[in-house]
Structures are given as C-alpha cells and as structure tokens.
C-alpha cells in the first residue's frame, strides 16, 4: 500500500512570494489534515478536511493560508504571501475513520520543508 | 482545551540502556494518546496508542506506554535501546477520538555506542 505522498520536498522563497504544496493520501482515505511543524515544536493542525468539505480550520491563519481539496482525494496548501515566520515543515496525514470516530490512525507523509528567505 | 507536555527536550542514553519519556496531558475528557516517532528527513510514524482498556499499551519496535489516569500521564519506555532508536518523540493526545490530535513539542533521543 502506498503512503502518503507529498511534493515538493523542499522549497525556498523569498518573503511576500507565493508557495503551494501538494498532498496524495493513500487511497480511500476520507480525512486528510494539513500539519505545521516548525523547528523544535510538535506539528500543530492547520485544517482538516472530511472528503472534500473543510472540518476544521480554526487555527489556519486565512489572511495568507489557503487549502482545497478536490473531489476529495488530492489537496494543495497555498501560502500567499510568505512571510520568515512561516518557515517550517508542512506535514500531511490521512486517515481512513469519518470525523469523530474513534480511534483511528493518521498517516504521515515525508513533508515539504520550507524555507522564506 | 487538550494539550500535552514533554518535560525533556533532550535525553541521551547509551545502547543497551533502558529508556522512558514522559508525556503529561491535560484533557476534560477521557483521552485518546499516541507516541509518535519521527527520523530526520521523515513524517511521523504511530509507535503506540491507547483508548481504553489495559493501561499497558504494546506497540511497535519493542515500546510500550503506560496509562495513569491519576498522573495524566503516559509515558513511553523501553527496556534496551538500539542505535536505531536515534529520533524525535512525540506524544500527542486526541479529541474526538482520534481525528483533532495535539502534539506536544517532542523529546530527541540521542544514543551513546
């Protein structure tokens, strides 16, 4: 079974410049979350989506951050524009278990290191 | 508000030693914990978790944690490390059953040969 696939690696831009990551869950999976984790914290939830509606967004900063999640499979994290502060890592997880079921297990992808310049 | 404390940021222990991380949490409810693993370069991967039951929880690669209500605590440990076990340490605890995790701010082990 694949894992979740995520791209770029790595990214470096320059302050007020725009970036987008994207995120693969394995397959059938119908929560999907966007994580920051900056340097020397625990990754920390930005959005959460079930299928292709939003569950929770409440500490996605929406002045600059941005996610979708087509047709429930595929999403992509937008920042516009960078600021230094956002310089982290960007983990996406999925998860097979509907929104409020227990236990169930998130996925982790390699992540997207980012770095404003 | 769940949130989760790992008091040490760092521990060093040698090969073969044994090994416990701790992990406090703060939850009105009854929680939902995990132990997650991260090597550098790499996402994070579920050691262990615990719902109910046995407080003993077995996971992966040899761990096992410990749930104390009375503590709010659920510690991770190991009876012999292996260099292999060089990593960062999280301990993340869950709402809703598992689907709104928090993480605290991880412990990394390093291993002395």
């Known amino acids: 079974e694949a894992g979740v696939a995520q791209s770029p690696r790595y990214k470096i831009i320059e302050k007020r410049q725009s970036v987008a990551f994207w995120c693969n869950p394995i397959?059938?999976?119908?929560?999907l979350y966007w994580y920051q984790q900056i340097l020397g914290q625990g990754p920390k939830l930005l959005i959460q989506?079930?299928?292709?509606?939003?569950?929770?967004d409440s500490q996605l900063p929406k002045d600059r951050f941005s996610a979708e999640r087509l047709k429930g499979v595929d999403s992509t994290l937008k920042i516009q524009p960078a600021k230094l502060e956002d310089s982290a890592v960007y983990l996406c997880?999925?998860?097979?278990?509907?929104?409020?079921?227990?236990?169930?297990?998130?996925?982790f992808g390699p992540g997207t290191r980012l770095t404003v310049l | 508000a769940q949130s989760v404390t790992q008091p040490d940021i760092h521990i060093t222990v040698s090969e073969g030693a044994s090994l416990e991380l701790r992990c406090n949490y703060s939850?009105?409810?009854?929680?939902?914990l995990f132990w997650y693993v991260q090597s550098p370069g790499q996402g994070l991967q579920l050691l262990l978790k615990?719902?109910?039951?046995?407080?003993l929880v077995q996971g992966i690669k040899g761990f096992e944690a410990e749930f104390k209500r009375s503590q709010s605590s659920f510690n991770l440990r190991k009876p012999s490390v292996h260099w292999s076990d060089a990593a960062e340490y999280f301990c993340?605890?869950?709402?809703?059953?598992?689907?709104?995790?928090?993480f605290g701010q991880g412990t990394r082990l390093t291993i002395n040969p």
């Open positions: 939850y009105g409810a009854t929680p939902y």
């Open positions: 397959s059938g999976h119908a929560t």
């Open positions: 993340a605890v869950g709402a809703q059953g598992a689907q709104k995790l928090v």
């Open positions: 615990y719902f109910s039951g046995d407080t």
């Open positions: 997880a999925s998860s097979s278990g509907l929104a409020g079921g227990p236990g169930n297990e998130q996925f």
């Open positions: 989506f079930q299928n292709n509606g939003v569950v929770d």
